[in-house]
């Protein structure tokens, strides 16, 4: 792939071309349509609110995507969603974090895998609550719906939803004995087999089987740096035989992800419901697309736009053995629930959500993404998690028009994060330990919200929620033969701990103007908890680094309307007060000296933002959807020993401007079936990566844009599509790793997905 093959005015130029053919296409086809019946626009149903309404009757900012839609879309996991609602930015982690996802909600989230921090925004399958960024980049598989809640859902899903939430809904077993097959092949020989089966097991017991496999070659080469330079001047010796042009070890950004998820439903009366769900998936690929763009120290380490030096090996010293790590990211889990539903009376349901999840995540890492050793980091990471939760829910009505929910949560998390590290970069200090850290976490809450209909048209929802929380951190810190560490001895055997608790609030108004037009006012809170220090160069940082939660109080106005027929617009402008926000500061002179590793609560900013979302469908067989939003953000506090934040940086990485277009037309060919094409563009502004490298650093802005043909018969239970991802083959880089560019003077980024294709066929049964 050769980066920026068509210019930017080029991309919009065919953009614009192909929305012109395919607008020309339903024009040709509107005056046969419009004397057709009108096509109703699907309604959407969601349980934001622990009970099922209409989205245009829900006064929350939330996008919800059909699993129709997410196909028609080409969208393969929680990432291709996010990035095309308004003010959601995530991204799959670069190769120092592992198999882990980050992002953030209207400029609220997380990036750090390490246990030590939470999540800002919550993420949820089936109700169930995943409490960590390792193994949350999640398949769609078999899903009905995807609900992303924008701001904070404090009342509602609990801490660490400052930002938002996302919710996956998976389809349930009805019993209706059908299901489908399907098999993709495409680009670096990808290979996509999934399917489902729904069946009767006996009279009111229904079972679903779904599952997936998914494999792809990578696209940026990995290279033998000693092999590509022969007689380098650094010395280094070549691993793979010169010569042939063979010099390559492998390629990164490659998928290799299966997964099976099975349920049972069952529903003897119109009381009772028991829904039991069990899943396992694996994950065994290359690391992410990493490649150094800035290498002050050593410039031979910059290999290309879409290749690496990263070698994985550290070499023998007079003091250390040669140290070989795994170029794999590597994750195994598993989880069970059980979801029961009783309806104590017409007018009281009793919900209980009890699951339990582990798995066990390892990848190696090159941290400095180069082959020079005078610069050498690397490290061995191996993470177990075992998490418990137990949801109680009183659903219920008092009288007409009054609606609550009470309930109460309880979580048990144990993750283990057992790591191997190397650093050799610091001047005079081989830094080379183990830690095998266990971090216990717990959470409890207590919750209601009331739902009342003052008048036909007027309603106020009011929430609250209290939270307990704890987590402690124990550090073990060895050398490599299992002696205290020579440096951060210290540490060894150090537990610190944190413990907390918060109350989060929530107050709406939602007035009905007209049928159409429904206008809300919010203030609502949320928080992301508290916790230690994670990287800790003594015990003082340890033990007196441990932070408090995070804290934002939002102010949000907005409607929900259905201008003409057959669409819905929604908007809404927010303000957010941001406070105790959890940053790393650079002078620990109070925490024992040396170098600094304490994070604590040393800023507070302002956010605000608008948000726009529409869907038509204006004739039979056209559908158009879009949605931008834009946010801002300023520092009002900075505390001076971070001394890498300055007072007029953004605070945030969420880009200022996104914005999203979709359109298709589905044209009937009669007893041939049907043809539909579809074009998505995507835009992404660019992207405040802090400063790393010294001067405020930004990500470039990009578009990406989605070619999808697809073939039904009349029957409509078979399906062919081809699918161009990137059609324009955008150059684009979603993360910047710059930790460590003091000490080597070099950064990596990590690149977006090249242009592909994919062949589709899909059969239902």
């Known amino acids: ?26 024009s040709a086809s509107s005056a046969t349509a419009q004397e057709e019946e009108m096509m109703t626009l699907e309604e959407i149903v969601v349980t934001a609110q622990f009970r099922e309404q209409n989205l245009q009757d829900t006064p929350l900012a939330i996008t919800a995507v059909s699993g129709e839609m997410m196909e028609a ?36 989230g997380q990036f750090d895998f390490n246990p030590a ?17 390792t193994g949350s980049v999640m398949d769609l598989l078999d899903l009905e719906r995807v609900e992303i809640l924008r701001g904070p859902q404090g009342t509602l899903t609990g801490r660490n939803s400052i930002g938002g939430a996302i919710k996956m809904v998976s389809r349930r077993p009805t019993g209706e004995s059908q299901g489908y097959v399907s098999a993709s ?27 997936v496999h998914k494999e792809q070659k990578g696209w940026v080469d990995r290279v033998d740096y000693g092999c590509a330079n022969p007689g380098n001047p650094e010395g280094i010796p070549a691993f793979l035989p010169s010569g042939g042009g063979k010099c390559t070890f492998d390629k990164l950004g490659g998928e290799g992800y299966t997964a099976l998820r099975g349920m049972v439903n069952y529903a003897p009366d119109e009381k009772l419901n028991i829904l039991i769900t069990a899943d396992v998936s694996n994950v065994d690929r290359t690391p992410a697309a990493d490649v150094v763009t800035v290498s002050n120290f050593n410039p031979n ?7 690496s030096y990263a070698n994985y090996y550290l070499p023998a010293t007079e003091s250390s053995e040669a140290n070989i790590l795994d170029a794999r990211s590597r994750f195994k889990g598993w989880g069970l629930s059980a979801n029961i539903d009783y309806a104590l009376t017409d007018n009281l349901q009793l919900q209980s959500i009890t699951a339990y999840r582990e798995f066990n995540a390892k990848w190696g890492t090159d941290d400095d993404s180069g082959a020079d050793p005078s610069f050498g980091a690397g490290g061995w990471n191996d993470m177990s998690h075992d998490f418990f939760s137990q949801e109680i829910r009183l659903n219920g009505q008092i009288s007409d028009g009054i ?5 109460a949560f309880y979580s048990d998390q144990l993750t283990t994060y057992y790591t191997v590290q190397d650093i050799r970069y610091i001047p005079g200090l081989l830094l080379q330990f183990q830690g095998n850290d266990p971090v216990n976490a717990d959470s409890f809450a207590v919750f209601g919200t009331v739902i009342a209909s003052v008048t036909d048209d007027l309603t106020i929802t009011a929430g609250v929620r209290y939270t307990e929380e704890s987590k402690d951190y124990t550090f073990v810190r060895k050398n490599f033969d299992g002696t205290t560490s020579f440096v951060l001895g210290t540490l060894d055997g150090v537990t610190a701990e944190y413990s907390g608790d918060n109350v989060d609030y929530r107050v709406t108004a939602d007035y009905r103007f007209a049928e159409n037009f429904m206008a809300y006012a919010t203030i609502s809170t949320g928080f992301k908890g508290g916790g230690v ?5 003594n015990a003082t940082q340890a033990l007196e680094g441990s932070f408090n939660p995070e804290k934002l109080i939002n102010y949000e106005v907005g409607f929900k309307a259905e201008p003409f027929e057959n669409s819905r617009l929604n908007f809404a402008v927010f303000y957010n007060d941001y406070t105790d926000l959890q940053i790393p500061i650079s002078d620990c002179s109070a925490y024992g000296g040396g170098p600094c590793g304490v994070v604590l609560n040393g800023g507070d900013a302002e956010f605000w933002g608008v948000e726009l979302e529409f869907e038509t469908q204006p004739v039979e067989g056209l559908s158009i959807n879009a949605s931008a939003s834009y946010i801002d953000t300023k520092w009002t506090r900075v505390d001076e020993r971070a001394t890498s934040i300055n ?9 200022t401007w996104q914005a999203s277009f979709g359109i298709q037309y589905e044209a009937d060919l009669g007893e041939n079936g049907s043809i539909t094409p579809r074009f998505d563009m995507t835009y992404i502004d660019k992207r405040f990566v802090g400063r790393g490298l010294g001067d405020p650093g930004f990500l470039p802005s990009y578009t990406l844009a989605t070619a999808r043909l697809t073939w039904r018969n009349a029957d409509q239970d078979l399906a062919v599509s081809l699918a161009v991802t990137n059609l324009f083959d955008e150059y684009y880089k979603t993360s910047q790793f710059s930790a460590l560019f003091n000490f080597t003077g070099g950064a990596y980024d990590t690149l977006g997905k090249p242009r592909e294709w994919m062949l589709n066929v899909k059969k239902d049964f």
């Open 533 to 537: 220090s994670a990287r800790p160069f």
């Open 73 to 108: 879309r080409s969208q393969i996991n929680i990432v291709d969603v996010a990035v095309q609602a308004p003010s959601v930015y995530f991204i799959q982690a670069g190769g120092a974090f592992g198999p882990s996802l980050g992002g953030e909600i209207r400029g609220v």
């Open 301 to 307: 380490m910059i290999c290309g736009p879409t290749c």
């Open 185 to 211: 092949y495409g680009s670096r020989d990808l290979i996509d087999i999934r399917g489902s089966a729904d069946f009767t097991l006996t009279d009111n017991l229904y079972a679903r089987v779904s599952g």
């Open 403 to 407: 609606d609550f929910t009470v309930g």
């Open 117 to 133: 921090y939470e999540p800002g925004v919550g993420i949820y399958v089936d109700d169930v609550y995943y409490p960590i960024l």
């Open 1 to 26: 792939m050769t980066p920026f093959t068509l210019h930017r005015k080029k991309q919009f130029r065919v953009g614009m071309v192909s929305l012109a053919a395919l607008m020309a296409l339903g």
């Open 647 to 655: 007072l007029t940086d953004r605070v945030s990485s969420t880009p």
